[in-house]
């Protein structure tokens, strides 16, 4: 069993919102499904870190979810900036519950025990907030990532956190979710959001204060499940999935 992570899938099979008019994205739901069945297994686990579907209502991202259902493993989803289509957790759990999209789960003020990873996170916000809606939502999202992380610690577990929006970015910083990132001694922190070449060169990559900082779009991976833990050959540890 192992545990993967991709962000900013974008899919649109339900609606007119089309991915391949960008560069690198030709095609791009055909790679993903055979990048994806080439590199997770059924008993694997993929956080999908945002930006999953361009419907903007959760009836209208049916065909989007089916698709991801449609893929081996077990996934969890975290909200991204463009999922409109993002309602409470209740409504969407019944929702998946509703058209049998069994393998589909929501992080949202919770976490989840995959192996031995405490899988932890939320959207995070901007890294240049400076209105006081801005200041809100960051402290809000500082607060979801807490409660996140403290479910995590109940489960036992080495917390990972998983965010859609970077902590940093360029000469840029978003100081309260960094702030709890030091303070937690959370080793990795898996973003998405930046897309294209020049974008990715002004997102951190690499050790930050002892936090590692990977960047996982789907065009930067080649739109292929990256690696977190275990070693994808097989069964290891249950999932925990409450």
Known sequence: ??????????????????????????????????????????????????????????????????????????KLLLKGNHDYWWSTRSKIDAFFQEKGFSSLHILHNCAYRVGDVAVCGTRGWLYNSESAED??????????????????EKQGGRPLVFLHYPPVYDKM????????????????CYFGHIHGQYAARKALVGERRGVRMHLISCDFVDFRPVLVSGDGTGPGEDQVFS
Request: proline share 4%.
């Open 173 to 188: 910083e978003c100081r309260e979710i960094l702030d709890i990132l030091e303070e937690k001694g959370i080793s990795d």
């Open 1 to 74: 069993m192992a545990l993967y992570v991709i962000a900013d899938l974008h899919l649109s099979l339900g609606a007119d919102k089309p991915m391949d008019v960008f560069p690198g994205w030709k095609d791009y739901v055909q790679r993903l499904e055979r990048h994806w069945r080439e590199t997770v297994s059924p008993e694997d686990t993929v956080v999908v870190a945002g930006d999953i579907s361009w419907a903007m209502k959760l009836e209208e991202g049916e065909r989007d979810f089916a698709f991801l259902h449609s893929l081996p493993g077990e």
């Open 135 to 152: 200041k809100k939502i960051v402290a809000r999202e500082a607060g979801r990532l807490l409660a996140s992380l403290a479910d995590g």
